[in-house]
């Protein structure tokens, strides 16, 4: 018997997949290629490849680099920091050889605690390339349902209204009726007051009306197997909404029997809705091959140290400075210039006390912590020390007595916080703090996110 939580069984196949999925984490292991994986030999299918395939590795932000071993040529590629799945071509025929998966570092499990604590508010980018192979049934189906919903959310908001003829017997005229059927039908049965009407009002196209509650019925089912998790009641939750607002009738899977037109709401709508259709990764049990996508995993930290510093303000008797609106101009007095703008991700204030926060999708504080600083590679240390030196200059944006400037870094749920980095720095009558800090990458519970709320108070406060 299923168990809540679990993802959906599939059933057996009746297909098999010749073309692999090559996996790997974000900013994890890298995937070696040689000849035999794309149907080549020899060393002159390194540079036809690399250009066959150089947009859809940098949509994953995958990068490269060639490498030789015992007179054998391989081609490395080397995760950032976006997950998704793209289709890896032939340089010779431009067919689809593997398909290629960036998992995310901290599993599924974060990803969506982290996804669903913000909202949605970062969604995964879908399609526009060829499918992927062995993918549809190793992404879960809450991430690629996010995009759905948001689309058909849309098209709900903009929806325009057409006229349709509705056939109706009614007790008094309206429209057209219809005489020759009364006098068949109504008159011999004594039904005088019964009248045939044909007439026209605004509504919606009925076929598309009919797909959306098909679709939304689909997506409900797939995100009943995820349990009572947060990810799934936040997108379950507006999928209730939307049926509301639809409303009963009838449900019919879609097809291409839209009057789509010039309407751009309707075209999404009417896309995503195909793709569940298709069973692309989204509750399919036919098929083997996915929809390709990419989702900034570093926009989602920004996104996550956002909504966990707007949480922690209040509670250290702050103001919180949301994303988006922390941005300070650089007025430069000459023609020569670069950066315009000084940009934290967060921030809080107070009377007396300014805090700066920048979220880095980075692992340099388990390195240091581990490692120490002169057991960093030199590529780390300059790394790092270009964020302090960013950090260092945010301190300079607010007059406040007692500056705080934080470089965050996500940790793994179930690991121990890395003992925190705190520098002091005499600036006149200020006082300013550099602090590189742990923060977990989604909460287990909600003791967990008590517990790592109070931790950052704590240090916040210690010197105020």
């Known amino acids: 018997m299923k168990k ?13 997949n010749t073309r692999p999925l090559k996996t790997t984490v974000d900013r994890g292991h890298r995937i070696r290629i040689n000849a035999r994986d794309i149907g080549a030999s020899g060393e002159h299918w390194i540079e036809p490849f690399l250009e066959a395939n150089r947009v859809l590795l940098k ?41 290629l998966l960036i998992e995310p570092r901290f599993h599924w499990s974060g990803l969506g605690a982290v996804l669903g604590d913000i909202g949605f508010s970062v969604e995964a980018s879908i399609g526009g390339t060829p499918l992927v192979p062995g993918s549809a049934r ?6 690629l349902a996010a995009p759905v919903i948001r689309r058909i959310e849309g ?14 017997i009614r007790q008094s005229p309206r429209g057209r009726i219809d005489w020759p059927q009364w006098a068949r039908t109504d008159v011999p049965t004594g039904q005088w007051a019964s009248l045939p009407c044909r007439y026209t009002e605004p509504s919606d196209d009925p076929v598309l009306m009919a797909a ?7 997506l409900d089912d797939q995100l009943s197997f995820y349990g009572e998790t947060l990810t799934a009641q936040l997108l379950r939750n507006r999928i209730s909404d939307l049926r509301s607002q639809v409303g009963s009738g ?12 010039d309407n751009s709401w309707v075209k999404e709508a009417t896309q995503a809705m195909g793709w569940v259709a298709d069973e692309r990764g989204l509750g399919g049990s036919r098929v083997l091959d996915g929809l390709s996508w990419d989702l900034p995993i570093d926009e989602v930290w920004e996104a996550w140290v956002d909504a966990f510093i707007a949480d922690l303000a209040p509670r250290c008797g702050l103001t919180s400075i949301r994303r988006g609106n922390t941005s300070r101009r650089l007025n430069w007095s000459t023609s020569t210039s670069s950066m315009r703008m000084l940009k934290p991700d967060s921030g809080m204030r107070g009377t007396n006390h300014a805090v700066w926060i920048d979220a880095k999708y980075k692992f340099h504080l388990d390195h240091i912590s581990s490692r120490g600083w002169y057991g960093l590679k030199e590529e780390t240390q300059n790394a790092h020390r270009a964020d302090l030196h960013q950090a260092l200059a945010y301190a300079s944006l607010e007059e406040a007595e007692t500056v705080d400037s934080i470089l965050t ?6 690991s121990v916080l890395p003992q925190p980095g705190i520098a002091t720095i005499a600036s006149g009558r200020r006082r300013v703090r550099l602090l590189l800090l742990g923060l977990p990458f989604g909460f287990r519970s909600r003791e967990h996110r008590e517990s790592t709320l109070s931790h950052w108070r704590e240090l916040l406060l210690a010197m105020n």
């Open 4 to 16: 809540k939580g679990q993802k959906p069984l599939r059933g057996l196949l009746a297909i098999t």
């Open 59 to 99: 949509r994953l932000d995958v990068t490269t680099e060639v490498d030789s071993r015992h007179g054998e040529y391989y081609v490395n590629l080397i995760p950032g920091s976006r997950v998704g799945a793209v289709p890896v071509l032939s340089p010779s025929t431009r067919r689809v050889c593997f398909g």
């Open 250 to 261: 009838t449900t019919k899977r879609p097809s291409n029997d839209f009057r789509v037109g």
């Open 212 to 218: 959306v509650r098909w679709t939304l019925g689909r």
């Open 138 to 143: 190793e992404v879960p189906a809450w991430l």
């Open 155 to 168: 098209f709900m908001r903009h929806r325009r209204r057409g006229f349709i003829e509705v056939e109706e």
């Open 409 to 414: 870094y996500p940790v793994s749920a179930n």
